[in-house]
């Protein structure tokens, strides 16, 4: 099937349509390459998808005329949508394009897929709709209505207008809640890009709440697996977590990726920065029943790959 990926020249995007590919799918991606982290790194993914049935085209969900086009002009069986503008602590410091791209351009795309209807549109939402929420696991029928970070609001807006074209529209709609989700072709300005820069050059770690916290990471490709199930698989509306269900604390996780990278880190306890959260932890019961998904991946057989490439990539010896 043709499926259209968005934010192809992301992590997550990158991930999702090679393995589209080697499956034998054909590929659009679009991607509109911001500069908030390295546009090379995007660039690098991009090339990583070199195929037959693989096309890229440079364009901003933002602008509606132009992902109207797209849509018209290619008619994808499948909509798998990853753009986004990311990261909780970036959303205090330039708000405005987190509304342009999560609201605006989200908005976009659900309005190409009213006029043009995919089987199926799969989209990113985030654990971050969660917010401060104490009842850990965290699961889909708990109120997420009191988010902590512009961020997490925008990706709440998202599940909302989703349900209302799904209802209205009879579009197909699925949203997944992604936990902390880590890899080689990582975003740079999440933590294990910052700690193994930090570790390799000698310099500290900024250790937020003086450690004190959890993060329930997810290897890239069991959340791609994950991902393509549930794409396959057409429903009406669905909200699902996809994690780990094994949160992990924050001392350890540094303890582990010292292991992989051969080296100790030089700690700089920091307090809670705001809009983060002291702990996540997915309950992944419904997508488990859903479509059979079962994390697969160690913290330290995927932190072990992630090293290997990074030393690779950044040319560390």
Known sequence: MKVLVTGVAGFIGMHSARRLLERGDEVLGIDNLSPYYSVQLKQDRVTQLEHPRFRFEQADIADGSALQSIFKNEKPDAVLHLAAQAGVRYSLQNPDVYIQTNVVGFINLLECCRRHPPRHLVFASSSSVYGKNPDLPWSENQNVDHPVSLYAATKK?????????????????TGLRY??????????????????HAILEDKPIEVFNHGDMQRDFTYVDDIVEGTLRVLDRPTRFAIYNIGNHQPVALLDYIRVLEAALGKKAKLEMKPMQPGEVKATYADIGALKDAVGFAPSTPLASGLGRFAAWFRQYYGYP
Not at 180 to 195: A, E, I, K, N, Q
């Open 157 to 173: 807006s998202n599940e909302l207008m989703a349900h209302v074209y799904s209802h209205l529209y009879a579009l197909n709609a």
């Open 179 to 196: 936990f902390t989700v880590y890899g080689p072709w990582g975003r740079p300005d999440m933590s294990p890009m910052l700690f193994a």
